[in-house]
């Protein structure tokens, strides 16, 4: 067993993943004829062009809200179809996350009606695929605090079993977390687990600092610049709080020379300060990654050993927003099938 067929098999969960950056290219194309939208194929090919640095991922997410998702149908195709790229990849849990301010401000399609799409799919796919999917509303941080307030007040009139929670992504720059308290405390009131973007664009470390102390939330999406402050970073660790990381963050390719991208990325220094990490592929078709992939990042260009990725796993089942006993029954089946696969890979490594 080679170690691309250990990473293939191994199961996994998924907990940070943008609903949106998971469109399929050619789903994407078709949606764009189908609306007559002002975006070429030209254009199309080159939001699916990823090369060294991603360029044009909001726009495609734009695009989607604006003038695209119409119906439940859509929302119904979306969804079965990342759950289903998700699972090929032995990908047995996840959570995604959908904005539906766009979609109901930009498209005129209310979060109830998208819903009910949602709802669909997720059942139809752990029919047909044996993939527990989940909803989390996100927080668009580009609108004002009062869309905020207004999209948890949705999600609280139309709870389920499939929407378990809020989070909050797009642009960090200037658009700090102390924004949205308000929309935090109603969803910690409402009895939602909460999750925050933060640290991911390069933000001052003290945005990870606001979602942890003031918004309060469960987990911690990105969370890079914690490394400098080293104090908190421990406090963090204390905590036990899991940071959803992504090996393909866009900013840090942007940023970093190609040469030191992989020594230099906070991903790889997080875990010498004691915070526990979990991979993730956040726009999978946008950023030319799958599950597979992302762990591999994390082997490939991290350094980090089997040993870590069986750390990485458990700390994916603790993160995810699921019961006790389901927690505990998956972490003695995710980690026992984990050890009987590194068995196998170790043993041929070593013929």
Not at 14 to 43: M, Y
Not at 78 to 90: F, I, K, P, R, S
Not at 120 to 139: F, K, N, V
């Amino acid at each position: 067993m080679t170690l691309d067929e250990f990473l293939h098999q191994i199961p996994k969960v998924e907990l940070h993943a943008h609903l949106l950056g998971t469109v399929r290219q050619n789903t994407f194309t078709e949606l764009v004829h189908r609306a007559k939208a002002p975006i070429t194929d030209q254009e199309i090919t080159a939001f699916y062009t990823r090369g060294e640095k991603p360029v044009g991922v909001l726009r495609v997410l734009r695009a989607l809200d604006a003038w695209l998702l119409r119906t439940p149908d859509d929302f119904h195709r979306l969804v079965y179809e990342y759950l289903q790229d998700a699972a090929a990849h032995q990908v047995r849990y996840a959570e995604f996350f959908w904005n539906p301010t766009g979609t109901a401000r930009e498209g005129g399609l209310p979060y109830g009606r998208a819903l009910q799409g949602i709802r669909r799919a997720i059942a139809d796919a752990e029919r047909d695929l044996g993939i527990t999917g989940r909803l989390i509303a996100a927080i668009d941080r580009e609108a004002p605090p009062r869309d905020a307030l207004e999209m948890v007040e949705w999600v609280l009139a139309e709870r389920c079993d499939e929407a378990l929670g809020i989070g909050i992504d797009y642009r960090e720059n200037d658009f700090p977390p102390e924004l949205f308290v308000d929309a935090y405390a109603l969803a910690r009131r409402g009895g939602l687990k909460t999750t925050a973007h933060a640290g991911e664009f390069g933000m001052p470390w003290t945005n990870v600092q606001t979602a942890v102390d003031v918004l309060k939330v469960d987990r911690i999406d990105h969370g890079y610049t914690v490394i400098d402050a080293p104090d908190f970073a421990r406090r963090c660790a204390d905590l036990g709080l899991i940071f959803t990381v992504v090996p393909t963050n866009s900013y840090y390719l942007r940023t970093l020379a190609p040469e030191r991208w992989a020594l230099d990325h906070p991903i790889r220094q997080m875990p010498g300060l004691g915070l526990r990490l979990h991979p993730n592929t956040d726009d999978p078709t946008l950023h030319h990654v799958n599950p597979t992939g992302a762990w591999g990042m994390m082997v490939r260009d991290f350094g980090f050993t089997l040993d870590d990725l069986r750390g990485f796993t458990e700390n994916g089942l603790d993160a995810a927003w699921i019961d006790d006993s389901t927690r505990r029954t998956w972490r003695a089946e995710h980690l026992a099938a984990f050890d009987a696969l590194r068995a196998r890979h170790e043993a041929a490594a070593a013929t």
